[in-house]
């Protein structure tokens, strides 16, 4: 098949013409050409007047049969909106028109766990571990993405001294860790949790949040679970919850998926008068300037995509979207264009790296950047 044959079958496809056996054939055509010219689609094309249609980029998705989702970006300027369509394949067409930034170099952090003793131990995601106490005895296993303590030693019945380990997680990295009581706790990017490695008999099975964990956790009527983080205190007997509370940010988020849980400030003892229950389907923001809790309606997909690798934006300010690609990617942004950091954005990325966004912004904001080692400067 020539050029002019496969052109004629590429318009056919464009208007749902196509065969099985001339999709096939396609098929063929551009693996044969790929890499061997990087005017292929210029050359193939003419007159581009098909190329700019948004079908060439599912086109090519199911020529090379890869596995990425279409997304919608759009854009928000004060109460105007703008939709764009953003097709993660699509950065393989953009490569040919935009010219190339240097590549990043982002490092490569690792988990890590402080054990009781001061130890720190690296936990690699592949790997494994056994995480012992200062006897010797073993206390909790890794096996790739998960830690998981020993369920024996749920309840401590021998002692009242709470033995503490810290796990922290860069940016960049999710990490799962099991309690001894079977509760879940996923960690995101550039967060760490302290925990007993044992919770002892009629105490508060108490841990302490920075950054973002999501709980599931298990039911003990006997002993509330409570989550410490910042300044407040979150409290449960068996739920499901997600909260962020990174130290940037201004509010502490708590956003309920099932079960109950009820908030109050650290400082304060924990009545029902003191403490604000929220029901399913709803968002607590502690507003740390203030001193203040609201409740509103929670997008629950939002808060949670980061468990999928996904993250998220609606009607959310570039400056605000900065943050969350620096943990998500574990890259350094520097914003020195003060309108574009105003602007109101709704996004959603999967798998794409943060070059594939960052020329999405380019080519729909006319943005300019740089990118030095691990730092994306704006101008």
Same mark, same amino acid.
């Given at each position: ?15 749902n013409?196509c ?20 005017n ?59 010219p ?8 490569d ?14 936990i ?36 009242e ?10 940016y ?10 079977s ?10 949790l ?19 964990a ?7 009527? /006997? /002993?509330?679970f ?17 909260? /962020?509370?990174?130290?940037e ?25 003191? /403490? ?17 809790i ?6 629950i ?33 520097t914003?020195?264009?003060s ?41």
């Amino acid at each position: 098949m020539n050029k002019k044959e496969a052109k004629k079958l590429f318009k056919k496809y464009v208007n749902n013409e196509c065969s099985a056996e001339e999709q096939e054939l396609l098929d063929i055509f551009f693996n044969s050409y790929q890499g061997k010219n990087n005017n292929w689609v210029e050359s193939l094309l003419g007159d581009e007047e098909v190329f700019k249609k948004n079908s060439w980029l599912s086109i090519e998705s199911k020529i090379y049969k890869r596995k990425k989702k279409s997304h919608f970006l759009k854009s928000y300027l004060k109460y105007a909106a703008v939709a764009v369509i953003f097709i993660g394949l699509g950065f393989v067409c953009q490569k040919i028109f935009f010219p190339m930034h240097p590549q990043l170099v982002i490092p490569d952090e690792n988990i890590t766990i402080q054990l009781d003793n001061g130890n720190i131990e690296i936990i690699k995601e592949e790997g494994s571990l056994n995480v012992v106490d200062k006897n010797g005895n073993l206390v909790g296993t890794q096996k790739g993405s998960q830690l998981i303590y020993r369920k024996e030693a749920a309840i401590n019945t021998k002692t009242e001294e709470l033995v503490y380990n810290t796990l922290r997680v860069p940016y960049g990295k999710h990490f799962e860790i099991v309690l001894s009581d079977s509760t879940i706790v996923n960690l995101n990017a550039g967060s760490s949790l302290k925990y007993p490695v044992e919770f002892v008999k009629g105490q508060h099975r108490q841990v302490f949040l920075k950054g973002e964990a999501y709980f599931n956790v298990k039911k003990n009527y /006997s /002993s509330p679970f409570i989550v410490n983080s910042n300044e407040i205190n979150i409290r449960v007997l068996g739920t499901q919850f997600n909260v /962020s509370s990174y130290p940037e940010d201004n509010n502490i988020n708590t956003v309920l998926v099932e079960g109950s849980v009820s908030i109050y400030e650290k400082e304060v003892p924990y009545t029902l008068e003191s /403490s604000v229950i929220l029901t399913p389907g709803l968002k607590a923001s502690w507003n740390k300037n203030q001193h203040k809790i609201n409740i509103e309606k929670a997008d629950i997909e939002m808060h949670t995509a980061w468990l999928d690798g996904k993250i998220i934006f609606r009607h959310t300010t570039f400056n605000n979207i900065i943050k969350k690609l620096e943990r998500h990617y574990n890259v350094e942004i520097t914003n020195n264009n003060s309108e574009l950091g105003k602007k109101y954005i709704a996004a959603s990325f999967d798998i794409e790296t943060i070059e594939e966004v960052f020329e999405v912004f380019k080519e729909y904001y006319g943005i300019s950047y740089t990118i030095i080692n691990n730092q994306i400067i704006i101008n």
